[in-house]
């Protein structure tokens, strides 16, 4: 099976986080086609094996991990594409078919030409669209241990991006992710009659102000849900808040944490409320191997594509979890414009990027496992 038409099944049928059995189903038949070893992981993943035919005794442990994203979005899809989602409500809105499918074809060539030594792992992970994140469960079961692994490598589509142009960024490039999530409660009543309530409205504002000033350079803080049910005349007992909080920096995140709650004693304090906090750790920031990014923009370069600069992403991808473990690179592949936006109900990324990924994938696969000095 080529890697359009794989892509294209996948497409026909997304399936949500941690849901996709007949995706990883799917997977496994096209790699057992394909004559490549795989096993199951992280419940609905896959994780494929080839061996370079150039491996010794003393390389044998060198590996190479190539991830790809398997799970897809709650939006209803409305390309009107002859292969669009069959699966009501379900889309890959976020290209992660494209993804897949640039990792299938890179294995299906490596499997062809092994011509490198060391492992090379092919990761179809699931769930990075949910917490805890895909990313944590595979690295839960310790598929690695027994290798020493000198990169894991991973891409995304952008439509920002033209077909040809691959972004990326040295070091911090995507953020962390948190989720918070706030009962503000006290005594309701009478809208008329404050002197006999404890007013958690009055105590939510102060408390979404003083979270909100912790907004800077590198941090932001937002809150998106706001849930008071009282009325005009009515001052509920508890007010409901939900936000996000992401940052590029591990210890600066754990200040922001202790920070927050402090936030909390002290408006509780002045208004005489009790506050619940629900912080659900999400995904560290994706940091990038300064050295890895420049060989990749070296290769590309010799491919005859076009690497470009990238700022850093407030977005987050539990991709930040392998590059806390191992050297790392995360990179944008362009998709073009005319894609449309991701995440939106009409994103249909162009397929001609997928030869891009596929090149660049096994480009980076022979140059590090065919390097002694790495």
């Not at 992660?96 to 990792?103: E, F, I, K, R, V």
């Not at 917490?131 to 891409?155: Q, R, T």
């Not at 940091?287 to 407030?314: K, V």
Request: aromatic share 8%.
């Amino acid at each position: 099976m080529d890697t359009i038409h794989f892509r294209r099944h996948l497409h026909r049928h997304p399936e949500l986080s941690f849901e996709e059995h007949r995706t990883a189903a799917f997977i496994a038949e096209v790699l057992t086609e394909a004559g490549i070893h795989f096993e199951p992981i992280a419940r609905t993943g896959i994780l494929a094996r080839i061996e370079g035919s150039k491996t010794t005794p003393e390389t044998a442990r060198r590996a190479l991990i190539l991830r790809a994203d398997i799970d897809a979005l709650p939006i209803e899809e409305q390309t009107a594409l002859p292969y669009a989602s069959e699966n009501r409500g379900v889309m890959h809105a976020c290209g992660h078919d494209m993804h897949a499918a640039a990792l299938y074809g890179t294995l299906c060539a490596l499997q062809q030409n092994p011509d490198f030594a060391g492992v090379v792992f092919g990761l179809f992970q699931p769930g990075e669209e949910l917490n805890p994140g895909g990313a944590s469960l595979v690295l839960a079961e310790e598929p690695f241990a027994d290798y020493e692994v000198i990169a894991c490598i991973g891409e995304h589509v952008d439509w920002q991006l033209e077909v040809g142009q691959i972004g990326l960024h040295a070091g911090p490039f995507m953020a962390s992710s948190d989720e918070l999530r706030f009962r503000v409660g006290g005594k309701g009543g009478h809208g008329a009659m404050r002197h006999l309530i404890t007013d958690p409205v009055a105590a939510t504002a102060t408390l979404i102000t003083s979270l909100l000033a912790l907004n800077e350079e590198g941090v932001t803080l937002s809150v998106g849900k706001i849930a008071a049910e009282g009325a005009t005349n009515v001052i509920p007992d508890e007010v409901y808040l939900e936000g996000t909080l992401r940052t590029f920096d591990e210890q600066r995140r754990q200040v922001l944490h202790r920070t927050i709650e402090e936030l909390i004693a002290k408006n509780d304090t002045l208004h005489g409320t009790t506050t619940q906090l629900d912080l659900s750790h999400g995904y560290p920031a994706v940091c990038n191997d300064a050295a890895l990014t420049e060989l990749a923009r070296t290769l590309a370069t010799s491919l005859g594509f076009a690497p470009c600069d990238l700022e850093r992403r407030m977005t987050a991808e539990d991709f930040g979890f392998y590059t806390l473990r191992y050297p790392s690179l995360f990179y944008r592949l362009g998709v073009g414009k005319a894609s449309g936006r991701s995440h939106t109900p009409h994103f249909a990324p162009d397929e001609s990027a997928l030869a891009v990924g596929e090149k660049l994938f096994t480009t980076l696969v022979y140059t590090l496992l065919n390097d002694e000095e790495r």
